[in-house]
């Protein structure tokens, strides 16, 4: 009876325990005002502060905040003083790992279409939005030029990330695009440069997925695709592979498109291209790949100012 009466009372003990690591209410009100202030979170974003853990550094605790909209939830590591006064963004960083390496590791590039050398040492990663007016200057800095100056020394892969709260036909572009490469990454390539210098032929028409369609069969008639096939994909809609890529995106930190990752290096925004070629050329000397000459070093990022016909790539 005795030994009940003692395990009872360390049960309670244990509970009691448990209770205290939670963060109080007043608490957890001052951390997402102070976290909503501090990094600018519209009220629409959800805010949920977990159970306080020990953590490494004396006197605080460590507390994972997460930000939750829509679909999307990131979470953030924080220490919390043990008197509850001051917290501190928390990273710890690995130096027994190449963090660039780390990141590439995160990305799945099976399957996608290549330009460029599929065995290059310098791997282009753009997460991609293809109603993004940034995107399509991104795209058109990329195509052809820095394709054509760095040959078969860069290998160049996209990766959706569609923002549908303010792109209404984005997954739409990025399903269809899907579609065309599962046959063909010519076609998916002539899509992408086609969307990307016409974006206003789609957003004008009422009827954002017919005109989508539309280009995209106009695709496969061009590249002698299975026309059945492409059709049940195009009318499925099937947004899985868009939904993991979106799911490895938020994993490595993108938040925004365009997203560019150069061997893991991030690059935000539509760069020039001088920019991307400073960082091209870096990767390459760091795989010990001589970099190209560059005849025109300044070559501005709006440099492609016609529009192709459907299903071509400017050169």
Request: a negative charge.
């Amino acid at each position: 009876m005795a030994f009940f009466r003692r395990l009872a009372v360390a049960l309670l003990v244990t509970c009691l325990g448990c209770s205290a690591q939670t963060v109080s209410p007043d608490t957890a009100s001052r951390i997402d005002s102070e976290i909503r202030s501090y990094y600018n979170i519209p009220s629409k974003v959800k805010i949920t502060i977990s159970p306080l853990k020990p953590s490494e550094i004396p006197d605080y605790d460590a507390v994972t905040v997460t930000l939750e909209g829509g679909e999307k939830k990131i979470n953030y590591e924080f220490l919390l003083s043990k008197d509850s006064k001051t917290l501190i963004r928390w990273t710890k960083l690995d130096l027994s790992k190449d963090p660039y390496a780390e990141v590439m590791k995160k990305i799945d590039l099976t399957g996608r279409p290549v330009r460029g050398n599929q065995e290059a040492k310098v791997v282009v990663v753009n997460f991609d939005d293809f109603e993004c007016p940034y995107c399509s200057r991104m795209h058109q800095t990329l195509f052809p030029a820095l394709l054509k100056e760095y040959g078969d020394k860069v290998k160049f892969v996209y990766k959706d990330y569609p923002l549908s709260d303010i792109h209404p036909w984005a997954i739409h572009a990025a399903v269809d695009a899907n579609c065309l490469a599962a046959q063909n990454s010519d076609a998916y390539w002539d899509f992408a440069d086609y969307i990307h210098a016409n974006q206003h032929e789609v957003s004008s028409d009422k009827d954002h997925a017919a005109a989508l369609d539309r280009i995209t069969l106009l695709q496969g008639q061009k590249h002698s695709l299975d026309a059945a096939k492409l059709q049940a994909c195009v009318k499925a809609q099937t947004e899985t592979e868009i939904k993991a890529s979106e799911k490895e995106g938020d994993a490595i930190g993108v938040s925004a498109t365009p997203t560019v990752f150069v061997n893991g290096r991030e690059l935000d925004g539509a760069l020039s291209a001088d920019d991307i070629r400073e960082v091209l050329d870096a990767a390459l000397r760091q795989a010990g790949v001589t970099p190209p000459v560059h005849a025109n070093a300044a070559t501005p990022a709006n440099a492609v100012t016609t529009t192709p016909a459907p299903g071509t790539v400017q050169r």
